[in-house]
């Protein structure tokens, strides 16, 4: 793979391709690197649920990094995916995290699917052309093309920023989530890796 990434690879990242309502993305490795291999393209992860997996990067394999952000970064224009449940009582989704996409990656997965954080989630990716400040947090809404979500964040919601990353962010103790396929060998070439830089955890 080539490294650094450049914003043009970035395009490939994450989701699939650009529709409103997408298929949902392949099942994601969540987890922490506890080895890299010297060409840092191969690396085992010790799972959320406690499995280790090794995971191998495909040729054309991207890598974001994902930094900590504050629900103040979630403001209208910017361009996001929003993981959440469905609403109870009706009205605004549940977010469950965000990742702020840089402006390189606006029109990425745009449009809303399930999703494979929890059961029954959804993930939206849109631009948020609404933001309702509340006590408890703030509502927003993310447009995309064909429809929109309501979509409730509290205090306590999960928000990181994404940026172009390379090879150099693979290392032993960073978190990550990565998607991609089951080799014959048993390991799961990845074809996206979101990893966490400066301690943050990729919470989608």
């Known amino acids: 793979m080539k490294s650094p990434l450049i914003a043009a690879a970035l395009?490939?990242?994450?989701?699939?391709?650009?529709?409103?309502?997408?298929?949902?993305?392949?099942?994601?490795?969540?987890?922490?690197?506890?080895?890299?291999?010297?060409?840092?393209?191969?690396?085992d992860v010790r799972t959320r649920g406690g499995e280790e997996k090794t995971l191998r990067l495909a040729p054309d394999a991207t890598v974001v990094r994902a930094r900590a952000a504050g629900l103040a970064d979630v403001k209208p224009g910017l361009f996001v995916g929003v993981a959440?449940?469905?609403?109870?009582?009706?009205?605004?989704?549940?977010?469950?995290?965000?990742?702020?996409?840089?402006?390189?990656?606006?029109?990425?997965?745009?449009?809303?699917?399930?999703?494979?954080?929890?059961?029954?989630?959804?993930?939206t990716n849109g631009a948020v052309t609404a933001r309702v400040d509340r006590v408890e947090g703030a509502r927003i809404v993310v447009s995309y093309n064909g429809g929109e979500q309501a979509i409730a964040l509290d205090k306590s919601t999960p928000v990181v920023a994404l940026e172009p990353g390379g090879l150099s962010d693979l290392m032993a103790g960073a978190a990550i989530v990565a998607r991609g396929v089951a080799a014959p060998d048993g390991a799961v070439e990845a074809r996206r890796v979101v990893v966490g830089v400066g301690g943050a955890v990729p919470p989608m």
């Open 11 to 43: 395009l490939l990242a994450l989701s699939a391709p650009a529709w409103a309502q997408s298929p949902p993305s392949p099942p994601a490795v969540r987890g922490v690197i506890e080895r890299v291999a010297p060409d840092r393209e191969t690396f």
């Open 84 to 123: 959440a449940l469905p609403a109870v009582d009706g009205g605004a989704l549940k977010a469950l995290e965000v990742h702020v996409f840089p402006e390189s990656m606006r029109g990425v997965g745009e449009g809303s699917r399930s999703f494979d954080l929890a059961p029954g989630s959804s993930m």
